[in-house]
């Protein structure tokens, strides 16, 4: 089982919809998870990091945890066309705030106008 | 806050070749990490500094691969004897001490290596 895992997609959306991206982790004792969007070509750049269980709003992203199903999710409303990327979920291990992250494959949305 | 930086961008090596890349981190960032990406897969963790102290190396990270981290600022990465399958986009992120509570990771532009 890998440590961090992601639907690989795509996932299309129209525009205007909700994307909503879904990530599991394996490793119950992870603290704190973020999630970082990656244009074809480019580095990832992140989006928004959460560490309490429920919910995070930031503009039109909504980042999600759930501890107990070891469950983070993103949610992205309104997508634009500009928001097809690749988003990289990613779960910092243990207690730590300095260890490494560990990154899903990421999934790919797509946004159709 | 010029961010971070990498060099070089592209870098085209013969098999067999030795390659070196460099990352000038965040400044005042003190931690400085190392991963690597293949097209369709998330960024895969390498190695990890702590000022110049290498306090993580992947299991995975074959003994032809060393960093070093000299004086707490720059790092380089170096691959030794190439192979195809070090192709790869080399990424290099840096995070601050004073995001103590998340430590989240700012990631340079990445330094593509193809090897023929």
């Known amino acids: 089982q890998k440590e961090v895992e992601q639907n690989s997609g795509p996932l299309s959306v129209p525009e205007g919809a909700i994307a909503s991206l879904n990530c599991t982790y394996s490793?119950?004792?992870?603290?704190?998870f973020f999630w970082y969007r990656q244009y074809s070509g480019k580095s990832p750049e992140l989006i928004m990091f959460?560490?309490?269980?429920g919910d995070k709003e930031d503009g039109r992203f909504t980042a999600q945890l759930n501890k107990a199903s070891q469950y983070v999710s993103l949610l992205i409303r309104d997508s634009q066309p500009s928001d097809s990327a690749t988003y990289l979920c990613?779960?910092?291990?243990?207690?730590?705030?300095?260890?490494?992250?560990?990154f899903g494959q990421g999934t790919t949305l797509q946004v159709k106008p | 806050d010029t961010g971070v930086s990498q060099d070089p961008r592209h870098k085209i090596t013969k098999r067999g070749q030795n390659v070196t890349f460099r990352c000038d981190p965040i400044?005042?960032?003190?931690?400085l990490y190392w991963y690597r990406q293949t097209l369709g897969q998330g960024p895969e963790f390498l190695t990890y500094?702590?000022?110049?102290?290498?306090?993580?190396k992947s299991r995975l990270l074959s003994d032809r691969f060393s960093a070093e981290r000299p004086k707490g600022s720059f790092s380089t990465l170096e691959i030794q004897r190439t192979e195809q399958g070090d192709s790869a986009m080399y990424l290099c992120?840096?995070?601050?001490?004073?995001?103590?509570?998340?430590?989240?990771?700012?990631f340079g532009e990445g330094s593509r290596l193809t090897v023929l």
């Open positions: 400044s005042e960032h003190n931690r």
């Open positions: 500094f702590q000022n110049e102290a290498q306090l993580e």
């Open positions: 490793d119950r004792g992870s603290q704190s």
């Open positions: 990613a779960a910092r291990l243990g207690s730590s705030n300095t260890g490494k992250l560990i």
């Open positions: 992120a840096s995070s601050s001490p004073r995001r103590l509570l998340t430590g989240e990771l700012f």
């Open positions: 959460i560490y309490s269980n």
